[in-house]
């Protein structure tokens, strides 16, 4: 008796038919989180998204996770529909979750087990409303196969040394920064107006020096008049 092998083609699906995030704030800090990565690492071999879904077992299309932002260094920047860890040359190295009252157990308690799982270094959960974690701003670093809470700065900050970002809050608001330069990390329509607003206050400034310099000038041409009409 002859037997015929089969292929199966398995369908890993694009959505897991959840929405994006509980409330506008929520989404809001969602797409706020990946734009200002994605502004960071541009024209980087940095791949940064979010809401998408992370298979991390081949031929297992139940074993997927999603995070609301997370980053893969050394690997190609361009769009995926999925992110199939076994395709990919590298594997993301932060996570990050913007907690709400519906997701506060699933971003505390089963995310960081799929993350220490998957091989994620570094993890943060952020409440911008700060009602459901306390503190709101937790940070976790893998060590073996488990993730443990990343002790605070003395100023209360948490350092991402993945990505050398210090993480802070400015009243409810998440900030970012280079851990180097301190510089604060901004969306690209901010980056954009800040280096236009830079632009205009260097050419003010320009224009300003001119006119007292000329200003100056004039000044010393009459006081020469003068003295010499005093000869």
């Known amino acids: 008796m002859s037997t015929v092998s089969t292929s199966v083609e398995i369908d ?24 200002i990565l994605q502004c960071r690492y541009q024209q980087q071999q940095v791949y940064v998204s979010g809401n998408l879904l ?31 860890c076994w395709e990919e040359p590298s594997l993301p190295c932060v996570a990050f979750e913007v ?3 519906s997701s506060k157990r699933e ?10 799982r998957i091989g994620i270094k570094e993890y943060f959960v952020y409440d911008p409303t700060q009602d459901y974690l306390d503190p709101p701003l937790r940070g976790f670093r893998l060590a073996g196969k488990e993730h ?8 209360g900050s948490l350092s991402c040394e993945e990505l050398d970002l210090t993480l802070s809050l400015d009243g409810l608001d998440l900030v970012w920064s280079d851990r180097t330069s301190g510089e604060r990390l901004l ?3 901010e980056a954009e107006q800040a280096a236009l607003a830079a632009e205009q206050a260097a050419r003010a400034a320009e224009h300003q020096a001119r006119l007292d310099a000329e200003a100056e000038v ?9 003295s010499g009409q005093s000869d």
């Open 148 to 155: 443990l809470p990343i002790e605070p700065n003395a100023d």
């Open 107 to 116: 971003d505390t308690v089963f995310k960081p087990q799929t993350y220490a």
């Open 218 to 226: 004039a000044l010393l041409r009459e006081q020469l008049r003068r």
């Open 54 to 84: 992370i298979y991390f077992e081949e031929g297992n299309p139940k074993q997927f996770v999603v995070p609301d932002a997370f980053v893969v260094k050394e690997s190609d920047p361009g769009p995926r529909r999925t992110f199939k």
């Open 187 to 189: 969306m690209k329509w």
């Open 99 to 101: 907690t709400s009252r």
């Open 12 to 35: 890993y699906p694009e959505s897991d038919g959840k929405p994006m995030g509980e409330t506008d704030l929520h989404i809001n800090w969602t797409i706020r989180l990946r734009d």
